[in-house]
């Protein structure tokens, strides 16, 4: 059994079944920001250090937008910071870490005329910024990265049926299409790709008719050579999924891993959800093409903690039997799927939008009767459930646990579970309000309770006034990070009150 030890003048020892460890002074570094500005991003790159980048409202012309980027070593040393410039026409996709360094995406907005796409390569530990442009399709939205040494292959579909993938050598600056495929309403969930086979397999879901999907992969060699087609009839062609990861196992087989819901007609029903509602999570080992896959609802876990509004999620639904139960739908924010050893663990985070409403009446000198109005403002997202599951190599569920969410109230919607696997204890760990709270989900120490740390300041005297947006993240070895915003007091500096943003480095015991 491990211990949380905290450190202080007096070496105070406090038990705790499994935890993180801080000391008297915090390795800590903190950035004083106003208040309302565009929050950041944090990527941790192993022992390079950290990445910091959010955009700017700052302009270098009527063409270009400058992002900030901060740059900070294992040791929390602020190495500096580097405004750069991206160009007004990009939306910001996603990024992508490998080999320790940070890969950026950029699409062409909406609103853009151009067919262009955008790589930005940052090297932490060089302090390097560079950018990679390369050209799209024209009409698409990207839907994949992956990355492999200096080569990016970048997939992206279009409302015209068909999917592509633009393979970029990023140390030569050259690009090409390699993949150009027709499909029904394709939506290419996940990218695997194995260099030393010479393959790339595509994960694809595509809407054969309104609210009927089906489920296939291409697979390819690296140049864009097509190797294969596999339509897998065992999904539920009724079902919708909401999102997919492919892996190959230790037998050389392919699984797939993700969420799904049977509502397809329902799914964006809730007008302030900002995601697609979720019914359960599903599984099946690919071995052939009517392979089955394994489907779980929420209402299945018997201690899935509810939530409901005036808009509830959970409805009544009529089976093939005519036998009504209770389903449960909530729009949930996923992050990628970790394998450790031989499990592989997924973890949905439920929440709900909250809202007020307006109210407005109206005069009019020609009628006596005043008029009525209201319209919803929404004041934020309240998390609710973590739910991990645990799949072994066969796609099958060791176990699945849901953890109830405490006091995560944020208008920003990004992933906040860590798990950390000690042993045969899975314990799940998340930052809320200036503490960490802990609870072991699975194993021979599994209990209801939780246990809750501080998040030391930099000072003694300092008083966390508000703690927000913040969040607890892997980076190496047995490190974490705790991040977020807080206003801070001390009544014993000249400045009583500052606004930062905080990180806090903390060792897994």
Known sequence: MRYLHVITLLFLLLPFSEGFAQYNKPLRVEIEVKSG????????????????????????????????????????????????????????????????????????????????????????????????????????????????????????????????????NMGEGKFSTIIDEKADNPNVMSMLLESGKNSLSLFVQKEVKRNKFENSIYTYDLTGAKAGEINYTGFNKEFYLVNAELFRNKS??????????????????????????????????????????????????????????????????????????????????????????????????????????????????????????????????????????????????????????????????????NIVVDGENAILSYSTKGKILSKVIDGPDAKTGYEQMSIMPNMAKDEIVDDYNNGLVYWYGNNFIAYGYQLIRNNFTSKNKRTVFYINKLAFR
Request: charged content about 20%; some cysteine; aromatic content about 16%.
């Open 252 to 417: 050389n087989q392919l699984l797939v891993l993700g969420s799904y819901n049977e509502e397809p007609s329902r799914r964006f029903s809730e007008y302030f959800s900002n995601g697609t509602e979720t019914t359960g999570f599903f599984s099946g080992l690919l071995i052939n093409n009517d392979a089955g896959i394994i489907y779980k609802r929420f209402s299945e876990l018997t201690n899935f903690h509810g939530f409901f509004d005036d808009h509830s999620s959970i409805f009544n639904h009529v089976t093939k039997k005519n036998k009504r139960i209770s389903d449960i739908n909530y729009p949930a924010v996923t992050q990628n799927i970790q394998k450790i050893d031989s499990a592989y663990y997924f973890i949905m985070e439920t929440y709900v939008p909250e809202y007020h409403r307006n109210y407005r009446q109206s005069y009019n000198l020609y009628y006596s009767m005043p008029g009525y109005s209201d319209y919803p403002i929404l004041d934020g997202y309240r998390f609710i459930n973590a739910i991990t599951v645990s799949y072994n190599e066969q796609a099958g569920v060791n176990w699945s646990s849901a953890m109830e969410i405490r006091d995560v109230f944020s208008k920003y919607i990004y992933p906040r579970m």
């Open 37 to 168: 500005e565009e929050p950041f991003r944090l990527v941790t790159c192993g022992e390079n250090g950290l990445v910091l980048f959010a955009q700017t409202n700052k302009v270098e012309n009527k063409d270009n937008v400058l992002w900030t980027f901060n740059f900070v070593d294992k040791n929390l040393k602020n190495q500096g910071q580097v405004l750069y410039p991206v160009p007004r026409s990009y939306d910001f996709y996603d990024y992508e870490v490998s080999e320790n360094r940070l890969f950026m995406v950029f699409n062409s907005s909406r609103t853009s005329l151009s067919d262009e796409g955008m790589l930005l390569f940052i090297d932490p530990a060089k302090y390097i910024i560079a950018s990679i442009p390369f050209k799209v399709p024209s009409k698409t939205t990207i839907s994949a990265i992956k990355i492999t040494g200096n080569m990016a292959y970048v997939a992206l579909v279009s409302k015209s049926n068909r999917f592509y993938v633009v393979k970029v």
